[in-house]
């Protein structure tokens, strides 16, 4: 079983929130597979909703529930014990900086829910949930 510990948080242009998350665990001896998430939750609201779907909020709640989460994820494995600390800091700042122009972008929670809805309702469409 994974646990997992927020690092930080990183306010965005966006008004959206950054958060880091640890997930690493030791895998043999002094050797741990060392896990970094960057997740940024999208609340299901009018304000966040594409123009073609300001009418539909009830269904995209429906469907996504009350937020999406976009995640993304570095992994690295085999890694010494005394080298986790330093290596997050690493996978941290190399997220950050590839990330926070694309998450912070005013237009992303729209895009990000409209994409969000359009996989549920395909999802649906094809398995009939």
């Not at 929130?17 to 299901?44: I, K, M, N, Y």
């Not at 993304?72 to 590839?98: D, I």
């Not at 990000?112 to 949930?129: L, T, V």
């Amino acid at each position: 079983m994974t646990t997992e510990r927020l690092l930080c948080q990183h306010p965005l242009k966006s008004g959206l929130t950054l958060e880091f998350w640890d997930r690493s665990r030791p895998v043999a001896g002094d050797r741990w597979q060392v896990v970094l998430e960057a997740r940024l939750a999208v609340a299901v609201t009018q304000a966040h909703l594409p123009e073609n779907l300001q009418a539909d909020l009830d269904d995209v709640s429906r469907m996504l529930g009350p937020q999406a989460v976009f995640s993304k994820e570095e992994v690295r494995h085999f890694v010494a014990a005394a080298a986790v600390p330093q290596l997050l800091q690493e996978l941290q700042a190399m997220l950050l900086k590839s990330l926070q122009n694309y998450l912070g972008h005013p237009a992303f929670p729209a895009k990000f829910i409209g994409k969000k809805f359009a996989e549920a309702r395909e999802q649906q469409r094809r398995y009939g949930r």
